[in-house]
């Protein structure tokens, strides 16, 4: 039997309150531990920004930044025709199209056509790096250590609270998503926009990820982070960097 001391007091519990009990621990245990990937929240690309600033300024002249306007009245409408889209019609409540056209649409954080939320509109930063309610913190921290003393931080535990490191999945995602995709996860709902509509719908992942007008210009980082996870391309994209404006906005 399981004894108790409570304010100098010898109490007795009983099985069953020893079995709550332990019960209760174990549960606080698990709520220690992070959460799976899929289950961290997003938070929108202002975050990001009020570090990223270069970055963001890139992205924002990139069709995924206006991936979401794409989706109003009467806008691209011979691609939407070509595809058996009707041009005229509003599918910017359509859930079928938020999934690629706006950031975690049906997820913790992510958007709401009941709430909308401007920095969730479009291809955003998370959507390719993953939700960042989590390593988005552990990104401020690093820098502030690594700015202070040259204190480095294993890319690891960036990992661990959800930053994507293997970025193809999550643009097959979208880009490889219809039927008759050699891609071996397609599932509805599939886009319409298909090579079989027309040859630019093609999508090579090698090819567009070094496309700076598709996805961002890359800057120069600091080197707060170090080891694995990395993407297989980050040293060619770091030697040819550009220099960042290391000015940072306040949240």
Same mark, same amino acid.
């Given at each position: 039997m399981t004894r108790k001391f409570v304010e100098g007091e010898n109490r007795v519990m009983s099985p069953i309150k020893c079995l709550?009990?332990?019960g209760?621990?174990?549960a606080a245990a698990l709520a220690?531990?992070?959460a799976a990937a899929e289950e961290f929240a997003y938070e929108?690309?202002?975050?990001?920004?009020?570090?990223h600033r270069s970055q963001s300024?890139?992205?924002r002249g990139t069709a995924h930044a206006k991936a979401f306007d794409s989706l109003a009245p009467n806008h691209k409408a011979e691609a939407k025709r070509k595809a058996g889209l009707d041009p005229a019609k509003d599918y910017r409540q359509d859930a079928q199209c938020?999934?690629?056209h706006t950031t975690g649409h049906k997820k913790d954080g992510g958007y709401d056509p009941k709430e909308p939320n401007d920095y969730l509109v479009g291809v955003t930063c998370e959507s390719c790096h993953g939700p960042g309610a989590q390593y988005r913190l552990m990104h401020r921290k690093a820098g502030d250590r690594f700015e202070r003393g040259g204190k480095t931080t294993g890319r690891e535990q960036l990992a661990e609270l959800g930053q994507e490191f293997a970025f193809q999945e999550r643009c097959n995602a979208c880009h490889m998503n219809y039927e008759g995709s050699p891609w071996t996860h397609a599932k509805p709902p599939f886009t319409p926009f298909t090579p079989k509509v027309e040859a630019r719908y093609g999508f090579a992942f090698d090819k567009a990820v070094?496309?700076?007008?598709?996805?961002? =210009?890359? +800057?120069?980082?600091e080197g707060a982070f170090v080891g694995d996870p990395v =993407?297989? +391309?980050?040293?060619?994209?770091?030697a040819a960097a550009k220099p960042a404006d290391k000015s940072r906005d306040e949240d």
């Open positions: 709550l009990v332990a209760l621990y174990a220690a531990f992070p929108g690309h202002r975050k990001c920004s009020s570090c300024e890139s992205w938020l999934g690629c070094r496309d700076d007008k598709a996805m961002h =210009a890359h +800057f120069r980082l =993407a297989p +391309f980050h040293a060619e994209f770091q």
